[in-house]
């Protein structure tokens, strides 16, 4: 069955330093992936997402992620995180009826 | 990038009544509309697919007698949750789809509490 793992449920950086969210996939063919942030009580905005070609795709707000299909994995990055940044990131896989299929989400927190 | 709307944003309502939410592309055609269901912190759940003017494919455990779903054309689709009970407090996004990437874009999100 198709799945999304986000391993760490809470994440806090300083801002100003780098940050990496975790994301694992479980998927038979070749996956869509996508990362999303949520601001509490708001929609979903997508950050950037991977159908094919560079592993390497570059999305708004500075935001970067690297798909790694030996690893199953869609990691996102940013090199540089400002207080603005702080919310609910969630990572996920188009399924079958393209419909997405999440993972549970990670909480980012920004200290200042 | 493109524009989806639901409202109400938030609905507050008596136990039994019903209540219907809308989502609407707004600067594209929406060939497929999804709702999901978020409790909190917890991940989206999708509940049923929508596309337009057929019936909507519901998951497994979603009762499609309690949550109805219109999708009357290419730019809304509606969700009515049915004699609604406490349970259902939830906060509901709609997301659409459509043209070549058929990337889905999220409305706002609809926090439904029922007394």
């Known amino acids: 069955a198709q799945s999304v793992t986000q391993p760490d449920i809470h994440i806090t950086v300083s801002e100003g330093a780098s940050l990496e969210l975790r994301c694992n996939y479980s998927?038979?063919?070749?996956?869509?992936l996508f990362w999303y942030v949520q601001s509490p009580g708001q929609g979903l905005q997508l950050l950037l997402k991977?159908?094919?070609?560079?592993?390497l795709v570059q999305g708004i707000k500075g935001f970067e992620a690297e798909f790694k299909r030996s690893q199953s994995s869609f990691n996102l990055r940013k090199p540089s995180v400002h207080w603005s940044d702080a919310a609910e990131y969630f990572c996920?896989?188009?399924?079958?009826?393209?419909?997405?299929?999440f993972g549970k989400g990670t909480k980012l927190s920004v200290k200042p | 990038g493109a524009v989806v709307s639901q409202h109400p944003s938030r609905v507050i309502c008596k136990s039994g009544t019903s209540v219907k939410i809308e989502c609407r592309s707004l600067?594209?055609?929406?060939?497929?509309m999804f709702w999901y269901r978020q409790f909190p912190k917890q991940s989206l759940m999708l509940m049923a697919t929508?596309?337009?003017?057929?019936?909507?494919?519901?998951e497994q455990g979603v009762e499609k007698d309690k949550f109805l779903i219109n999708h009357a054309s290419l730019t809304l689709s509606t969700l009515t949750v049915t004699s609604a009970h406490p349970e259902d407090s939830s906060f509901y996004i709609c997301?659409?789809?459509?043209?070549?990437?058929?990337?889905?874009?999220f409305g706002a999100g609809t926090r439904l509490s029922v007394l």
């Open positions: 997301s659409a789809s459509g043209g070549l990437q058929n990337i889905q874009y």
């Open positions: 998927y038979g063919a070749t996956p869509y």
């Open positions: 991977y159908f094919s070609g560079d592993t």
């Open positions: 996920a896989v188009e399924g079958s009826q393209g419909n997405l299929i």
């Open positions: 600067d594209f055609q929406a060939t497929t």
């Open positions: 929508s596309n337009e003017g057929s019936k909507a494919t519901y």
